[in-house]
């Protein structure tokens, strides 16, 4: 089941408070939230005093300290959830990469809650002309809302990487706010596979021109769970470039799958390059996927604007093929799957957590550990 039904969209500034008060609980009924399930979120959009921290390990370049609103990065909270978790953070896990410094190997942020219910604030910082990859590994045992928040100075290079895993019982919701510096380049991505209850908002803005971000995501669903992901990217600055692309596995009934992509070029936005796509793989007949791309633009003066957005079942031809080489229908299903999500974690930045993620992926579908697909080749 799909939807591909896209409401206009409200060209204005979104507001961004830190008072609780100017959010009203959500009914379902507002466009934002119209596929959530509200109840099932309920426990974290109700301001809630012992709600614990989440911290992480110190480390090179991370540091663990008591949340200061004054020194929390560029972005405020857009929504009832966000500006909850805000009001509720103890600490805040900084990572600091200093100007013109280049990192060779993976900043790791392993996140642990404290307690069953927690808010987060992670605020990711790479100087100007630095590079590094950076990756925030999320899959405690709890309850959690928060932000991650990333600022890329000008020339900066930054590769990121959210992993999201953990027990199906668990609710999860994230804003991951970017702003990109003057010809800086980033790229973020979003591997969705464990919690019951997922909504994860990646944001992009640019400080200055020649900026270039690109969004990646793969998530895979199954067991009822409901895994949303609303990507809004703001084109307010002159020739920069944007690049979203997420794909979705999907099977049983009851699981529920929500991509909306929102991409507005602002006036001033000349000789913008954007292109936004998502891809959803329906494995049964019992999953639904609503996708719902959106391009507003304020000026005719782009390079290139378009948007793409399909969501299928299962491709029998590819399954006969694999079969009549003798390989298993199970297997060949697996393989199927993981091939789809080739050109999403091909442009994972660390070979490492490259390998990880499919082996994950791996886990969820139930295949041989063991079993190797060479991205490279496959692409």
């Known amino acids: 089941m799909t939807s591909l039904t896209a409401p206009p969209m409200d060209l204005a500034p979104r507001l961004a408070s830190t008072a609780i008060d100017d959010f009203a609980m959500p009914t379902g009924r507002e466009e934002a939230w119209r596929f959530a399930p509200v109840d099932r979120l309920a426990g974290l959009l109700e301001p809630d005093g012992g709600s614990a921290a989440v911290v992480a390990d110190p480390g090179p370049f991370i540091s663990v300290v008591d949340f200061d609103p004054e020194d929390a990065g560029h972005w405020r909270p857009t929504d009832r959830g966000a500006v ?8 805040a896990v900084q990572v600091r990469v200093p100007a013109e410094t280049l990192v060779d190997e993976p900043i790791v942020v392993r996140l642990q809650a404290q307690g069953p219910r927690a808010h987060a604030h992670v605020d990711v910082r790479i100087g100007a002309h630095s590079r590094a990859t950076v990756v925030v590994l999320n899959e405690g045992g709890s309850d959690v809302s ?30 991951w706010p970017a702003r990109v510096g003057r010809d800086a380049r980033f790229t973020g991505s979003t591997i969705t596979l464990g919690g019951s209850v997922v909504r994860n908002l990646p944001s992009v803005t640019y400080a200055g021109p020649g900026g270039a971000a690109t969004l990646l995501g793969a998530f895979l669903a199954d067991a009822g769970q409901y895994l949303e992901h609303r990507i809004l990217v703001t084109h307010d600055q002159p020739h920069c470039t944007s690049s979203v692309v997420y ?3 999907l099977s049983g009934a009851g699981t529920h799958t929500v991509w909306v992509g929102d991409v507005v070029v602002r006036r001033e936005a000349v000789a913008t390059d954007t292109y936004e796509m998502n891809r959803n793989l ?9 996708s719902v791309p959106n391009l507003e633009l304020e000026t005719g003066d782009v390079v290139s604007a378009g948007h793409a957005s399909a969501t299928g079942r299962f491709d029998d031809e590819q399954l006969f093929y694999l079969q009549a080489r003798g390989i298993p229908e ?6 199927v799957v993981r091939g789809f999500f080739v050109d999403v974690l091909s442009r994972v930045g660390s070979s490492q957590w490259r ?16 079993f190797e697909l060479d991205l490279e080749a496959a692409e």
């Open 84 to 91: 909850v978790a805000w009001a509720g953070a103890r600490s």
């Open 146 to 175: 928060g932000a991650l928040v990333t600022e890329i100075g000008d020339g900066a290079d930054l590769t990121m990487l959210s992993v999201i895993d953990g027990p199906r019982e668990n609710v999860q919701m994230w804003h």
């Open 247 to 249: 794909k979705g596995a």
């Open 282 to 290: 329906l494995l049964d007949d019992g999953a639904r996927a609503d």
């Open 330 to 335: 199970a297997v060949a299903r697996q393989l």
């Open 355 to 370: 390998s990880i993620v499919l082996s994950r992926i791996a886990d969820r579908l139930g295949m041989d550990p063991d």
